[in-house]
């Protein structure tokens, strides 16, 4: 597939990405409808990070691999699934799909003459007093690393040749779903710069300043995943047919 339709792929798919999760937290976690009490809280929205990459794993996958993550895009690169010549323009499809992402939601969202981008937090991801929970910037970026790490793991586990075919999507989309479920508390779950990137640059102050540990400890994150993986499992083909399209 040529690099352009695979570049449309991932901002597509980015912006899925941070319009259905992000979109979840801002517009459905603490909603109270006539009833009451409707709102999907935290669990939905691990539920709905979940869903936004299994859905686009079916569909762009045969396309663009549906990284979705500059993360994800490293750690391939380094485990020797994905060629280095396209790991930058990757990066920048997926920023630029959760900046428009991210712009759609606010213009969702305020809609409600009620809804402050800025006081609302927008989803951003944040330590300390921009933590959901007050978890220091050391336990941030601590669960930041580990949570990526193993999230790489089991995409590159899931997408092995060796693997069960066809499950890959649904592994990956319940494993974000877990990794939800677990550090929403601690940062309100990044493991992806693009997501933390697209939602900061709409509310700016410390959500900008707190932005460089949800680029660096998932990117570190990644990085081990990509050298362990492969030490645990064998490198199998991969490496060889990277070189092969990079010298196609």
């Known amino acids: 597939m040529h690099l352009s339709k695979r ?51 079916f569909a762009i996958g045969h396309i663009s691999g549906c990284h979705l993550n500059p993360a994800v895009s490293v750690g391939l690169t380094v485990a020797g699934r994905f060629p280095a010549r396209d790991l930058l323009p990757y990066i920048a499809a997926q920023v630029v799909g959760a900046v428009i992402g991210a712009f759609v939601l606010a213009l969702i969202a305020t809609g409600n003459p009620g809804f402050d981008v800025a006081a609302s937090g927008f989803a951003t991801n944040g330590y300390g007093e921009h933590s959901p929970g007050h978890y220091a910037m050391g336990a941030a970026f601590v669960c930041e ?8 793991f089991v995409i590159l586990g899931a997408t ?22 677990i550090s929403i508390p601690v940062t309100n779950t990044s493991v992806n710069p693009a997501r933390s990137t697209g939602p900061a640059l709409f509310v700016g102050g410390e959500a900008i300043a707190q932005l460089w540990l949800f680029w660096v ?18 490198r199998r083909e991969a490496i060889t047919a990277v070189a092969a399209r990079e010298t196609a």
Do not use: Q
Request: proline residues 5%.
């Open 7 to 57: 570049l449309i792929a991932e901002l597509i798919g980015t912006f899925w990405l941070v319009l259905g999760g992000c979109g979840s937290a801002v517009l459905a976690a603490n909603f109270a409808g006539p009833a009451h009490g409707l709102g999907i809280g935290f669990v939905g929205v691990s539920l709905a990070f979940g869903l936004t990459v299994l859905t686009m794993a």
């Open 145 to 152: 690393v580990v949570m990526t790490a193993f999230f790489l």
């Open 160 to 181: 092995d040749k060796r693997a069960p075919a066809g499950f890959a999507p649904i592994a990956i989309g319940l494993c974000l779903t877990l990794i939800h479920l």
């Open 217 to 234: 400890a998932p990117i570190v994150g990644a990085v081990i995943a990509g050298i362990v993986y492969p030490a645990v499992a064998g």
